[in-house]
């Protein structure tokens, strides 16, 4: 899979939650968490709107799917 959050982003998260400095192994190894939880949350949002007979997701599936995690 094609790694599509920008290392800078992740960086910019950690820093934000109070750390002075990241290792750029720590950035690679959060983008690759961080993208593995997306995937699962995007499976289980697809779900919802499927059962709710639509094909677009919807925050309201999000939240719901994120609820499982």
């Keep these: 899979m094609k790694k599509s959050i920008p290392l800078a982003a992740i960086e910019r998260l950690i820093k934000n939650s109070g750390a002075k400095r990241v ?27 499927k059962h709710a007979g639509r094909t677009t997701i919807k925050a309201e599936d999000v939240k719901l799917a994120a609820k499982q995690l």
């Excluded at 192994?25 to 983008?31: L, S, V």
């Design 23 to 49: 290792a750029d192994d720590a950035k690679a190894e959060m983008r690759d968490v961080l993208e593995e939880i997306a995937a699962e949350l995007s499976k289980s949002a697809i779900n919802f709107a």
